[in-house]
Each structure stands twice: as C-alpha cells, then as structure tokens.
C-alpha cells in the first residue's frame, strides 16, 4: 500500500539559489494549540548545478556538538562559497532538543530508532519519514553528526559502514576519514534496521556517521573537532573550496567488529572507571567496578575487558543501572575496509 505524501512542509525552495532560513513545519493539535505546528529549524545554501549534501545534528536532542556545530554554520555559509547545495538540519528531532532529551517528550520517540518513519504516525515517526521520504533523495552525501549525549561520552571518531556495494563503502570510508576526527572507524551497529543511516545508505547515498564526545554539553575541543570536520566535510565532496585539515597527530583507526565491544553492567550502584577515554586496555585487565550504594564495607563488583584496545566509549553519569552501557572497547587496527 502507497503511503499517502508527508504531511511536513517546507517553507524553503529547495530549487532556488541563494541562502534561506525557514522550517519544516509538521501540524499538530494539543491542549496548547490546536492548530499548531512543530517547527523544526532548516537552512539551504544553494549556487548553481553541483552535488546536494544534508548536514544534520540533533537527531538524538542532547547531542549538543552537531547542534551547536551546524548552529553556527548556518550563520556563517555563504552562497557564493558553495557549490551545489547545502542543506542543514541542525536539530532533526526538534521536539527533543528543545527539551534538552534524547527521545522526543511529545511521544517518548527515538528518531534515530524510528526509520523509516510513517506519515500516519506519531511526530516522531512523522519527521523520520519526511527524511525518508523527502529531504534524502535530493542529496548525494549526507553527514549525521552524532556524540554521546547525556548518559555517554565517546571518543571523536568519524565513521562508515560495512556495505554491500563496495564504492558505496569506499567513499563513505573516504569520507569518515576526511571529516579528520583524531579517530576514525568501521561501526558495528547494535541493532541496525531503524537508525537514518541504513535509509540512507539504501537509497545508495555517501553517508558518514560521527560520535564526538557528550555529556550532555560541548567543549571548546570537541566542538573544535566539529567545526572543522564539517567544514572538511564539505571540502572533500567538493561541496567548497578549500584543503582537508587533518589532526596533527595521525589519524588512529579502530574496528568494532562485534557485540563484545560492549561491556554493559549486570549491577546497578555507583560507578568506577579505572580508565580515561582513549586509554589502551588489554583483555582481562579491570576496566570498571560498580560498588553497592545500599551499604558502605562492601567489595565492589569487577568489571574486566572482553578484548583488547582502547576505551572508545563511557557511561557519564556516576551512578549505574542493570543493562547500561559501562564502556565500550574498539579494536586499534593498521587499515579500514
Ligand atoms: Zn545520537
């Protein structure tokens, strides 16, 4: 069955030259308005004939480096600098930003685990599909800067997929190196089949993924790495002139070829990391210890690593749940791909 057309519309012209600021507005009804709409901010630089790239942040709402990143680029890009067109979402899922959350507070949605989305769905599942739908077969190469958000804080890699179609990979490769993070990596997804990224790739697009620190905030350095990675971004698929800026130290590559990267907890109680973010781990070696809040005098639980590498990923907060992702282990390896 024929889904019926998006019930977003733009108040932008995807076609027209120039530099526009306006918004896909998605009806709504509630108690506050009943003829409102949720406005989700969009920006589009274009100039001529040439490649579209979709730059996109806050598709997770407390994601603050892509947001804070794309924020100020769509202050700062000027047409005449483009070629081709450029399209900046800087926060996908509006609704969660705003709130400073995650998950959208208007339906408890994960847009990144609501692909492809329905037109007849909730708002959530509303923006996914207009993504699906609408803004990704305008474009070439999309970039979806992600970080870890309030419960995570990750290490600055960009990175591509394992894909079927190896040009497909090799430039999605290429350009997850090209963003020039001090690290780059081949992604292990746990649970692929609703995230943007496998929408995108299957309508053969570039896509590169990015996780750039967290927390719930930015800093002067992770948004330093977002900032210029963007801006590489567009460099390398000729989207602007100019020459890719690499990190002065060489590029690290890392692998996370499976699920035993992840090291979630079987305890809840107050958390200990015995190691930094980038720090080197051999198998066996304690990573974490999770101690019993309810009483003092009680030995903690050990954590050990599952394989060797280095910590690519943390939980933030202190305190720990059962099933929460402690740390996550990716593989140094010589060559990507
Ligand atoms: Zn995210």
Redesign the pocket.
Known sequence: MSKRPSPISATVDFDADGVQHGFLKLPISTDDSAWGAVMIPVTVVKNGDGPTALLTGG??GD?YEGITALMKLTSSLRAEEVHGRVIIVPMMNTPAAMAGTRTSPMDGGNL?RSFPGDPDGNVTQKIADYFTRVLVPMCDVVLDL??G?RTLDIIPFGASHVLENPEQQRQALEGAKSFGAPYAMMMFELDAAALFDTVVESQGKVFVATELGGGGTSTPESLAITERGVHNFLIHFGLIDGEVEMPTEPQVYLDMPDASCYVQSEHSGLLELTLALGDVVEKGEVIARVYDMTRSGTPPVEYRAGRSGVLAARRFPAQVHMGDTIAVIAEVVDSLG
């Open positions: 598709n997770h994601e990144n992600h970080s958000g």
